[in-house]
């Protein structure tokens, strides 16, 4: 007969949680919230590049619709999405998302429509630059706009 040993090694993170010491949870969330405060003004600049993205991707486009095109745009503006609100922007967040929303639904129908697209993209500058301003009234006003231009193609064009 042969013996069977079987090994279990130490799990070091578990003896690491029990193992007092470190910083208190009110200064480890401070100097989380400090962190991603610094990150604010990287996410403002890579959010201007989107836009600058977007705003090239929609000048090409024509009256007619172009799925190629408007996969691109989608792709440039859906991308971020998420990054902005864990800096602090959770409205550029909801702008780009109504885009996208938008996007999706035009794609559906197989059609284009310029100016609800510029709508979103102007609106999206605007958010950009204001994002510092203490309007929450305004913001939330521009972002109920969105959703009503995007709502619109949501339904069907025959409904």
């Not at 910083?23 to 600058?52: H, I, N, Y």
């Not at 500058?125 to 006003?141: F, I, K």
């Amino acid at each position: 007969m042969s013996s069977v040993k079987i090994h279990t090694p130490p799990v070091r993170l578990a003896k690491l949680l029990r193992t007092p010491g470190g910083l208190p949870v009110a200064e480890a969330v401070q100097r989380a919230g400090a962190g991603l405060e610094s990150l604010k003004t990287d996410c403002l600049g890579e959010l201007k590049t989107v836009l600058e993205a977007a705003e090239a991707c929609a000048a090409r486009a024509s009256d007619a619709f172009d799925a190629d095109l408007l996969a691109e745009l989608y792709g440039v503006v859906s991308k971020p999405i998420g990054v902005p609100s864990v800096c602090g922007l959770a409205s550029m967040d909801t702008a780009l998302i109504s885009l996208s929303d938008l996007l999706d639904y035009l794609k559906g129908q197989q059609r284009w429509d310029a100016n609800a697209v510029a709508v979103h993209l102007r609106a999206l500058r605007l958010l950009l630059h204001t994002e510092g301003a203490a309007d929450a009234a305004g913001t939330q006003a521009i972002l109920a706009g969105l959703r009503k231009v995007s709502q619109r193609y949501a339904r069907p064009s025959g409904a």
